[in-house]
């Protein structure tokens, strides 16, 4: 079975500082993967998502993540931190096993922007 | 165009007492999931609907949680004497297979209080 592993609960950069978050997948094949925020008191939205295309995926609100198989590592990053980026930021694999689309999440990584 | 709707909101309920959650997806989608966020356990997922085939019951915790979707659309998640523990957020996905690659749309979730 499929599952994520996001190192650190919490993150904490100074705005305009680079964001790295981190998210390691475990898969017996070819991942889908994707990050997700959740602002508070909202549901969660797509950042990004790779699908086997490019393994640099671009995402919405300058974030970008890439895919690498020899590290097994899905890094989501940002070269320059907004006050309005502080958020829960979840890390999630495509559950291919079991023939649907079940997602299967990370335990998140909240993100704190300092000015 | 309207996203993934959730209603109640909020939900307090008394220990014992039955629930019922309600999420109308986006007009189209075929398939619809259930997931439960809670300090304790993450995001959890929880029953997926595709289409007219049986749903995949696998993630529901316990004989006492149950849910339905009428008509391929609008889908309810009803928990029955409810306990303590039930009370979590209760996340709302859809998505339409073969149109973004498995890509999954929240709704704003539930919030449910059981005292």
């Known amino acids: 079975a499929q599952s994520v592993t996001q190192l650190g609960s919490h993150v904490s950069v100074s705005e305009g500082a680079l964001v790295l978050l981190r998210c390691n997948y475990s898969?017996?094949?070819?991942?889908?993967l994707f990050w997700y925020v959740q602002y508070p008191n909202q549901g969660l939205q797509l950042l990004l998502k790779y699908t086997s295309a490019a393994t640099l995926v671009k995402g919405i609100n300058g974030f970008e993540a890439e895919f690498k198989k020899s590290e097994t590592s899905f890094h989501l990053t940002k070269p320059s931190a907004h006050m309005s980026d502080a958020a829960e930021y979840f890390c999630a694999v495509s559950d291919l096993d079991t023939g649907f689309q079940k997602l299967v999440f990370g335990t998140g990584t909240r993100l704190l922007v300092s000015p | 165009g309207a996203g993934v709707s959730q209603s109640p909101s909020n939900k307090v309920t008394e220990k014992g007492k039955d629930v019922e959650l309600r999420c109308d997806p986006i007009s189209g989608h075929t398939a619809l999931y259930w997931y439960r966020q809670s300090l304790g356990q993450g995001l959890e997922f929880l029953i997926y609907?595709?289409?007219?085939?049986?749903?995949?019951k696998s993630g529901l915790p316990s004989d006492r949680f149950s849910a339905e979707r009428t008509g391929g659309s609008v889908s309810t998640l009803t928990i029955q004497r409810t306990q303590q523990e039930d009370s979590a957020v209760y996340l709302c996905a859809s998505s339409a297979p073969g149109q973004g690659v498995y890509e999954q749309y929240f709704g704003p979730g539930t919030r449910l209080t059981v005292t």
């Open positions: 609907f595709q289409g007219n085939s049986a749903p995949d």
């Open positions: 898969s017996s094949v070819p991942p889908y």
